[in-house]
């Protein structure tokens, strides 16, 4: 069963910001009264494979899964679908919520790739992935906040069967997880030395 399609993607794209998604009442009521609320991120493998681990090591009500929106997706919908899958049946599908999406354009713009000329004429280099991935957290922490969530559960890794991401050097994880800790948020890597 598909959630939303392809052309949901392009409306994505030009979406204003969205931090704080529609809940219903009862809905915003009942995560909100969750001591143990995990939010999830939905990237890819590795965010699920993080999720199950997570669920093995640590006291969690419930998971709600975020797609994190900001301007320039790509990738298969399917994908998305199989990893929510997979996550239910992981870790009992009463336990996952409904996936959230979440994102601004505009922010991750300014983040990316509003001084990527300067920094490529100052350094002769520039990667988007560090402030990208800077993005996926940050879009989280006001969704944390509303809902009195103090978990985010990543899944990035420091190798990559021995490759290293710019974006995923032990400094750069450091400061992913010193940014949602500055808003008293865990940003728990439990594959991190995976």
């Known amino acids: 069963m598909r959630f939303f399609t392809e052309a949901d993607w392009r409306r994505l794209a030009e979406q204003s910001e969205c931090f704080l998604p529609p809940f219903s009442p009862e809905a915003e009521r009942r995560l909100k009264s969750l001591k143990y609320l995990a939010?999830?991120?939905?990237?890819?493998r590795d965010s699920i494979a993080a999720a199950i681990k997570a669920a093995q090591e640590r006291l969690i009500d419930a998971f709600l899964p975020t797609l994190a929106y900001n301007g320039a997706q790509y990738g298969s919908l399917e994908?998305?679908?199989?990893?929510?899958?997979?996550?239910?049946?992981?870790?009992?599908?009463e336990r996952v919520c409904d996936l959230v999406i979440i994102g601004s354009p505009p922010f991750w713009q300014a983040l990316t790739v509003r001084?990527?000329?300067l920094l490529t004429e100052r350094f002769g280099f520039y990667t988007p992935y560090v402030a990208c991935h800077l993005y996926i957290h940050a879009v989280r922490v006001p969704l944390a906040k509303h809902l009195n969530c103090k978990?985010?559960?990543s899944g990035e890794r420091?190798?990559?069967n021995g490759a290293i991401?710019?974006?995923?050097?032990?400094?750069?994880?450091?400061?992913?997880?010193?940014?949602?800790?500055?808003?008293?948020?865990?940003?728990?890597?439990?594959?991190?030395?995976?």
Not at 39 to 44: K, L, T
Not at 79 to 93: I, K, Q, Y
Not at 172 to 181: E, G, H, K, N, S
Request: hydrophobic share 50%.
């Open 115 to 117: 001084f990527a000329d």
């Open 165 to 194: 991401k710019l974006n995923q050097t032990p400094f750069v994880l450091d400061r992913y997880a010193q940014l949602t800790a500055h808003f008293e948020i865990e940003l728990y890597q439990p594959l991190r030395k995976v």
């Open 79 to 93: 994908s998305v679908e199989f990893a929510l899958d997979l996550l239910a049946h992981r870790v009992g599908r």
């Open 151 to 153: 978990l985010i559960i």
């Open 158 to 160: 420091e190798s990559h």
């Open 39 to 44: 939010i999830v991120e939905i990237a890819g």
